[in-house]
């Protein structure tokens, strides 16, 4: 598979745990910095485009679950830096605790035997 292809979209509803999560264990990044970040840790898999996570950024500093400061970056670039804020570390705690129940419930819709894929049964 090329890298073009290999990327996915991140799932609707999961940004927002992505970018609190990512901000809560390194504390201060850039945009740039954050979707490298979640670019890294998931292998390459998850790529976030500047059309989807500026959006979110702002939209997260509006809930108060982020701040931003101005700052300069490692390339010498005026920058603006976003950090979690105490709101945005109980949402974060939320976010988890609704992935968890989510993915469990996709999971346990996965790895029901009540029919095999692809036999088409119908309910009546």
Do not use: C
Request: aromatic share 6%; net charge neutral; glycine share 10%.
């Amino acid at each position: 598979m090329s890298k073009a292809t290999s990327h996915m979209d991140v799932l609707q509803g999961t940004l927002d745990l992505l970018v609190l999560k990512t901000l809560a264990g390194l504390g201060p990044l850039h945009g740039y910095g954050i979707a490298r970040r979640i670019e890294q840790v998931s292998e390459d898999l998850l790529a976030l485009n500047q059309g989807t996570l500026y959006p979110a950024l702002l939209r997260l500093e509006q809930q108060g679950w982020i701040k931003s400061e101005w700052g300069v970056s490692e390339n010498n670039r005026r920058a603006r830096f976003y950090s979690l804020t105490v709101t945005g570390n109980a949402q974060l705690e939320t976010e988890i605790s609704r992935w968890r129940r989510m993915s469990a419930a996709v999971n346990a819709i996965i790895a029901d035997h009540g029919g095999s894929a692809g036999q088409g049964r119908q309910l009546e």
